[in-house]
DNA sequence: CGCCGCGCTGAGAGCGCTCTCAACGTTATC
DNA sequence: GATAACGTTGAGAGCGCTCTCAGCGCGGCG
């Protein structure tokens, strides 16, 4: 185990003289400084972050609190900002807060009560009341990508929005018994992603005139979440919807496969679309509205490290673009 | 920021006996320690890691190294490693190394080189020479989930075995014309799941007496690789293979879905039979060989633990059980 | 009665760094 | 020529803990 003293030693000048050339601080003549980079490769130096956090207070690790790690859209916004964190030269360390785990509480109570960390990036987090007071009390940054709270600044897209565009589409190409195919429906529709997809199609509905022909049809945020509720729209023969306004591409993917499955054609019968840009939309020529989640885990990195440089400019949120995509799953209703 | 002494001064005792009574070593009455854990909760104590790493060399940090967070299999693994290291009271660093990207190299050369970690665990990892180097060189145990390679204790399942349990699953239905789709065949059908998921097709086949018969169609590992893969099985009019033996669930449910779309029925026209027992199988109704990843995760933990606790027992390789699932995408063929 | 061992406690060294501060030689300024 | 300023360096304190070691009171034992 060699130390900065090692090097220091080696290249003949003090600890002090070594730790500025190390880590770029005050003054060092260029000629010394390159002695001692010399002397900290000859015997692979690397410098101890511990020791140094321990004076510094910073850690150059960032927490990343997570509810999934298994869901498309959450693992792309992982990756993103994993490759960011890296290229920051910091660490991450992942808290995997799954919804109604115990070690949820732990997390919250118990981990990041460490700070072992200089900022932290929560992702998809709707937190309780005393979660975000833990939040809020560790005295460290905190941002966090798509969703908003209180006094912390966000990266996100307008959740109602998208799913809005994706209604009007389906509205555009004159259907009126349109679905929409969900999370739960909760008393207030904007504290979850689901919950302003819900209400950006009930928006469109109700300003296209179709307000009283709303209906929801609750489902998993997955693939098979959105088979089995697709299973329930399509088998409803009396009053079959002819489109299907679906909260996710994940589900949308499932009510295809759910219709096709059932002998109903899409588009011809049914037409679906999705919110989300999924990998697999494309396959499934899914009509979709795309969303960047690797682009926007590398902007709220960029959120984090302004914060961390104290070029922190308030709260702010940033809304990311989204696009509607028209593949074919989705065309006119038969008259 | 509350240190050690606030605790001690608050409790009426010394540094060193406060440290005793808070981390549980040595001897301390049952009275003081009350009174230093009283003292603790009151101010809101926790102690630095961070100062307590520095003399103890213990970091009580994992780093975990893996190529993909976005595949199924890996997101399950990932999930039950980290509730595994919480309840061992470890924090999770995250090294997604995906390959060919240059961040790869980088966390092998210089984040790995900080040994922020107690232990590091990898994932599926096929590493090159200089990468094993560097990670045997770090002074840490190392342990390794779903790949198997020199002087590191692994958690895993029989890959050659499942592909073999399930091609022979066809050929026990009476199917002779079977397909492998899988990874790109290497020279060396060892070092990777694909390969050795290959192999297990190629002995099931030579086996039977089917060696003749053998073909292979390379896809990615993923469902839009292996719909594109099924695509192309199935155009092939002259001669359709009966059967396909995947090698994963997700190449599976890709080439259903290239079937269904194409017109072609399963299994009535052809058999499809998966490996992993991905979430989606089951609404698939996917005939596949089931395996457990979280449990897996959680496995390999408990190896990492015996070896941080010095309960190493030189290098062990664990096999996890398997099982095949016969659901409905596997029949006799039409004669 | 003296000594040892036991249960408990405190003093203080030191983990590997960073950072402040003083010192020193050299050059610019008046 | 005296003084200031600048660039460069080293000494050493101290980050917040753990851990070794010595000390102290007390009961058991020879």
Same mark, same amino acid.
């Given at each position: ?120 990036? $929560?992702?998809?987090? @709707? ?88 209906? &929801? ?31 996710? @591409? ?25 919110? @989300? ?28 490290? @302004? ?8 709260? $702010?949120?940033?809304? &990311? ?15």
């Amino acid at each position: 185990m060699s130390g900065i003293s090692d090097v220091a030693r080696m290249a003949g000048v003090s600890k002090s003289t070594a730790s500025r050339a190390l880590t770029g601080g005050g003054y060092v003549s260029e000629a010394t400084r390159q002695r001692v980079l010399e002397a900290a490769r000859h015997i692979g130096y690397v410098a101890s972050t511990n020791a140094a956090s321990l004076v510094t207070g910073r850690t150059k690790n960032v927490g990343v609190i997570i509810p999934f790690v298994n869901r498309w859209y959450f693992g792309e916004v992982l990756e993103g900002v994993e490759d960011a964190l890296l290229a920051c030269d910091y660490d991450l360390t992942l808290y995997n807060v799954r919804p109604g785990t115990p070690s949820r509480s732990r997390i919250f109570e118990h981990f990041l009560a460490r700070k072992r960390f200089d900022g932290v990036i $929560t992702i998809g987090l @709707d937190p309780s009341p005393d979660e975000l007071d833990r939040l809020l009390s560790l005295d460290r940054p905190v941002v966090s990508l798509g969703a908003q709270y209180d006094g912390v600044s966000s990266v996100a897209i307008d959740d109602v929005a998208v799913s809005r565009l994706a209604t009007e589409h389906l509205i555009g190409l004159g259907h009126t018994r349109i679905v929409h195919i969900g999370g739960e429906r909760s008393a207030d529709l904007t504290g979850t992603v689901h919950g302003r997809r819900l209400r950006g199609y009930l928006d469109a509905m109700t300003d296209a005139g179709l307000g009283a022909e709303t209906l &929801h049809v609750p489902s998993e945020m997955t693939l098979p979440g959105g088979y089995a509720a697709g299973v329930q729209v399509v088998s409803n023969l009396r009053s079959r919807p002819t489109a299907i306004s679906a909260a996710s @591409d994940e589900v949308a993917v499932g009510a295809i496969v759910a219709a096709r499955r059932t002998g109903v054609q899409v588009p011809a019968e049914l037409s679906i679309v999705g919110v @989300d840009g999924h990998e697999y939309a494309e396959m499934f020529s899914l009509t979709t509205v795309e969303q960047s989640p690797r682009e926007q885990g590398v902007a709220v990195v960029e959120l984090l490290m @302004d914060a961390l440089g104290g070029r922190q400019e308030s709260t $702010t949120a940033l809304l &990311h673009p989204t696009r509607l995509v028209v593949r074919s799953t989705t065309a006119r209703p038969r008259t």
